[in-house]
């Protein structure tokens, strides 16, 4: 399998791709052929465990470098240790509705089912390269400790994760923080999550900088993240038998698009919902006239949402463009310079195809999760609220299931839960003890060169 850049440059192969973050001109990488699954095995997943369905969906991608038998023993041991059986089980609800369950992982979050796999190709890469890494994470939330949990202790592998300072939750925080081990070093920035994606980004861009400490990327930007996170589009449709749609709170876009290549791949998919919270910079792009506007990040009660450059947006407007790089490269950086895109008609209307959006502001994010629990005696988290809410506005679109992607375990946002229900959420066993734990953190402004000298100290590469 090779990769190409959304911008047009040089190709790569997986391992460049795993290990690399972006490609060297600024795109994000891609596989030059979608592999396709036909209808036959498409139903045979129906019956198969998780690990299994996830093998024979990654396979394509990974082929020229891991064996099957190095990629099977990863993905087994990656999803081993998932508190429920099923991985990711499918809840049914109510007629058409079902909730897809996605934190049963160690940081339960959806994040967990990408980054558990991703830290054992990252050791498994990184001892046939014979190097070492800095793993570098802007995170909004979730994608931090995901990343330390599947990182941590890793010999050859320093993991520093970049949060918005004072915009995740306690929890969110504490997840990162409070992991002691040497390898992981976290910095709250004075800024958005879109201020911590910006110096990743410049860092990145910095080849000499990006030389020296051997950075590599592991938010959504890197495809192998895609690839991990479209295996449960598969096993829910399959569940189902039928052609759903689904419903994902979205901030930087790697979810919903990770549903765009399980299409891509053959999967009958009705409608992917982009839920936003009060960041609505998706739903101004995806509904009439179409522009990809930017603002600043807003805070609100889904703060892993609280994002308004979405990254992982440029890959569906190369696809949606019919894969035109010269005009991607040219729009990027107009965007960057202006933050505004005005979205070609024909590329507009490939995205409708398949993307409705929709969004739903704290009031409405409370009351859902309140009804939820009424409807259902289930408590939500508000990510996952925001999902309901927003498709409360698109009443009548869908003809076939709705399945909502429950991002996280409702027991991460405390006060967002006693807002909405007047209760305190019970902790899981896999949070317990961590508010007595000892942090460890460092406040940076929000300056590149304060977090350029930050990595270079800690990782020994000054």
Not at 203 to 221: H, P, Y
Request: proline fraction near 6%; include cysteine; hydrophobic fraction near 45%.
């Amino acid at each position: 399998m090779h990769y190409i850049s959304t911008r047009g440059g040089p190709s790569a192969g997986f391992g460049d791709v795993l290990l690399g973050g972006p490609a060297a001109d600024g795109g994000l990488y891609l596989p030059d052929a979608w592999p396709r699954i036909g209808a036959a095995e498409l139903r045979s997943f129906a019956t198969l465990p998780y690990a299994e369905v996830a093998f024979r969906v990654m396979r394509p991608f990974v082929a020229g470098e891991f064996s099957d038998a190095e990629f099977r023993a990863d993905v087994d041991a990656a999803y081993a240790g998932f508190s429920h059986k099923d991985v990711v089980p499918l809840v049914e609800l109510g007629p058409d509705r079902f909730l897809l369950e996605l934190f049963h992982g160690p940081t339960l979050a959806f994040k967990d089912v990408a980054m558990q796999l991703l830290g054992r190709l990252f050791a498994r890469a990184l001892k046939k390269q014979k190097r070492r890494a800095t793993v570098i994470v802007a995170t909004s939330g979730d994608t931090g400790s995901a990343a330390i949990a599947a990182l941590r202790g890793l010999p050859g592998v320093d993991v520093v994760v970049l949060h918005p300072h004072g915009r995740v939750s306690e929890v969110q925080r504490r997840q990162m923080t409070t992991v002691p081990d040497a390898n992981v070093h976290n910095i709250a920035l004075e800024g958005s999550f879109d201020d911590t994606q910006n110096i990743v980004k410049t860092l990145f861009a910095d080849s000499g900088f990006a030389a020296r400490a051997q950075l590599t990327a592991v938010n959504s930007i890197n495809f192998a993240r895609i690839m991990a996170q479209c295996v449960y589009y598969f096993t829910a449709a399959a569940s189902l038998g039928r052609t759903p749609s689904f419903v994902v709170p979205t901030g930087n876009f790697g979810d919903v698009f990770a549903g765009e290549a399980a299409a891509r791949m053959g999967l009958p998919i009705e409608r992917l919902v982009v839920a936003t919270n009060a960041n609505d910079i998706l739903v101004r792009a995806l509904t009439p006239p179409g522009i990809y506007s930017a603002g600043q990040a807003k805070q609100t009660l889904s703060p892993s949402m609280d994002i308004q450059v979405a990254s992982n947006f440029e890959r569906a407007l190369f696809e949606a463009s019919q894969r035109d790089s010269r005009w991607l490269e040219a729009a990027m950086a107009a965007f960057a310079s202006t933050r505004a895109l005005d979205i070609p008609p024909a590329v507009f209307y490939a995205l409708q195809r398949l993307y409705l959006a929709s969004s739903a502001n704290d009031d409405q994010t409370r009351q859902a999760i309140a009804d939820i629990r009424v409807q259902f005696g289930i408590v939500i988290d508000p990510h996952t609220a925001v999902g309901f809410a927003a498709v409360g506005n698109l009443a009548g679109r869908f003809s076939g299931p709705l399945v909502f992607l429950a991002t996280a375990h409702p027991a991460k946002f405390p006060e967002a839960i006693r807002q909405a229900i007047g209760i305190t959420q019970e902790s899981p066993p896999k949070l317990a003890g961590i508010m007595s734990l000892e942090e460890r953190y460092t406040v940076l402004p929000n300056e590149v060169g304060a977090v350029r000298t930050f990595v270079l100290e800690r990782t020994g590469t000054s």
